[in-house]
């Protein structure tokens, strides 16, 4: 086999392949014995018939398809490893000539993964910040906890801080007009929580059971929703009940409503120890992801258009299948943040999948680098793992499939990357 590699751009290449006689003929005799197990011959079992009896008597067109996508497929999957290439894209391919079955000559045109140039990823030093649990934090658990088996009683007068309340609440623009994600049914309420906007709960107080009042309020500046941010909404709120909650005694009987403690101490002891695993656990995903900005932050990596449309595709898809759990469109979810799906790809989708490519690509890179593997006895395992965490037969089988088995196999081979970088990048 001949191979002339033509780079059209950074992400594009052109291979003119011309192969030779001995390949051809290679082909030729793996294609016959796959098609002699479909030609019956007087005298011979099946597939058992001589390769030139078979050649005879074969359909001549269907000899030359099965020959011309076996040839093409096998030489060019060897002509991208001899140039080594990454090819990506489904290729366009132009047979330039063809004589069956001692010539054949095709270009390829396809989409690849550029160069890849890594930073000096060994030298990149980063301290990893501590965790701490302040005793804030337990208190602020424990006072949860206390709302949450508190008693509650529904009484008949205005509601006060503290109370909590069910309500109905709708709010709309200055132009009356509905507001996606600005409404609720039987809503519980605990006033003073501060869950709701400023001055949202301050007009609560005081309404009884059956009273309605309607209020306009402006969200703040900085609030989460762009298309609410600094703007005036006329909220009205139906009470529905009110009742006055009653707090638990902070004591050793409290511990023991909450969960398996013998004391007070016992139960702040285990909150400090969660709150410790969590709090490290975000410490851990923090510093993983500024290390790995970092060294993608130094490190380049020609990237095909069609490979970021993709992934800004499966993002949009899995987003969209988001919002649908938490019962918002995705027109509705445009309108809340006053933008178009148009501008929405390019200014978000876009740039966060481009980030996502690139940093697997360069992880990827770094893996090949350090000859991390996963063994397929890593990968039995973690499988199991996941099976024992569920109970569903289905879920189970889920995993077995080579689509989920290839994800967690990569996966795990980003947590082997991590680790490798973390001890690189360790202040000692």
Known sequence: MHTELTKISDTKVKLVIKATSEDLATYKNQVLAKLAKQVKLPGFRNGKAPIAMVEKNVDQNLLQTEFLDLAMTELYSKAAASEKIRPFSRPEVTVKK?????????DIVTEVIGKVKLADYKKIKLAKAKSEVKAKDVNDVIDSLKVRVAEKKEVDRPAKK?????????GVDMKDQPISGADGKDYPLVIGSNTFIPGFEDNVIGLKSGDEKT??????KDYGVKALADKKVKFTVNI???QEVTEPKLDDEFAAKVGPFQTLKDLKVDIKKQLGIEKQNEVDKQYANELVEKITGKSTV?????????QAEHNLEEF?????YRGQTFDEFLKSEDTTEDKYKAEVLAPQAEKQVKTSLILAEIADAENLQISS??????????????????MQAELDKPENRQDIASRMLTEKVLVKL????SIK
């Not at 503290?162 to 609440?169: A, G, L, M, P, Y």
């Not at 209020?215 to 703040?220: A, M, N, S, V």
């Not at 969209?320 to 649908?324: A, D, E, F, G, I």
């Not at 973390?422 to 990048?425: C, F, G, S, V």
Request: no cysteine; charged share 25%; glycine share 2%.
């Open 320 to 324: 969209k299948r988001n919002l649908t």
């Open 240 to 242: 529905k009940k009110v």
């Open 377 to 394: 006895e890593e990968l039995e395992i973690r499988i199991q793992i996941l099976k024992g965490q569920y109970q569903d037969p289905q």
């Open 302 to 310: 020609a990237i095909p258009n069609v490979m970021i449309e993709q």
């Open 162 to 170: 503290t109370d909590e309340v069910w309500i109905d609440f709708k």
């Open 98 to 106: 063809f004589v069956p079955f001692s010539t054949l000559d095709f």
């Open 215 to 220: 209020f306009t309020l402006t969200f703040p």
């Open 422 to 425: 973390e001890q690189y990048a």
